[in-house]
């Protein structure tokens, strides 16, 4: 168990409302990533955080905003819901030392 | 274009049987190249992270081996179990602070 809990798993939302998902982590790392995981496609990074308040953009981080206020926390918000961004969303963390991440059991999408 | 190619994207695998699969990345850069096992549902988990050429991993019935001259990885499976059924994730980073590119995966089916 990694110590990374994604809330909410599973939400339907209409297009272009915002939505938050959340990761929380209890390992108190530095590094925390968010992904977006469609078929065909592997892990996309939408954005990362290397310490509270230092953000920065992933390879698809259009539509995307993130807030890291504490170093447990690690907020993804879709300004404006669309269709293009349903998909499975993956919180990960990073330890110090080593290079594997660990992940989140991923928060489920839709939006319609 | 740093980009990372797994093949086959899908494979059926009758139960008892072996099989393999292939990573490809760069070879002109390379730090570390990443196994995961993702079932749905459930987080992504490592497997392996191997980082010099000729490394050899191995977990139970699942062993990974690297080259790095030519670019590919190989993940093998023997004697494959209905609880192997999963997609196979690999990544590749050029350094330690390089973001990980994935594949898009293989999924594995083992039939009964």
Redesign the interface.
């Known amino acids: 168990d990694a110590g990374i809990t994604q809330s909410p798993r599973h939400k339907v939302t209409e297009t272009g409302t915002p939505v938050t998902l959340r990761c929380h982590q209890t390992e108190n790392h530095r590094y925390m990533y968010w992904y977006r995981q469609d078929p065909g496609h592997g892990l996309r990074l939408i954005h990362y955080s290397y310490g509270v308040k230092d953000t920065d953009k992933g390879e698809v981080s259009d539509g995307y905003s993130v807030s890291r206020s504490k170093t447990e926390d690690f907020l993804l918000t879709l300004e404006s819901a669309t269709s293009s961004q349903t998909s499975v969303y993956f919180c990960a963390i990073r330890p110090p030392s080593g290079n594997t991440i660990y992940f989140g059991e991923g928060s489920w999408l839709t939006v319609v | 274009i740093l980009n990372?190619e797994q093949s086959p994207?899908s494979l059926h695998v009758q139960e008892g049987d072996s099989t393999n699969f292939t990573c490809s990345f760069p070879s002109s850069n390379f730090?570390?190249l990443?196994w995961y096992r993702w079932e749905t549902?459930?987080?992504?988990?490592?497997l392996f992270?191997m980082t010099l050429n000729g490394d050899e991993k191995k977990k139970g019935r699942i062993s990974a081996t690297l080259n790095t001259k030519e670019g590919y990885s190989y993940l093998y499976i023997k004697g494959s179990q209905p609880e192997d059924s999963a997609t196979y994730?690999c990544?590749w980073?050029l350094d330690?602070n390089y973001?990980?590119?994935?594949?898009?995966?293989t999924k594995l089916i083992i039939k009964p």
Do not use: D, F, R
Not at chain 2, 41 to 46: D, G, L, N, R, T
Not at chain 2, 99 to 105: C, K, P, S, T, Y
């Open positions: 990372v994207q730090y570390a990443h549902a459930k987080s992504p988990e490592a992270v994730l990544a980073n330690s973001q990980l590119i994935w594949g898009a995966g």
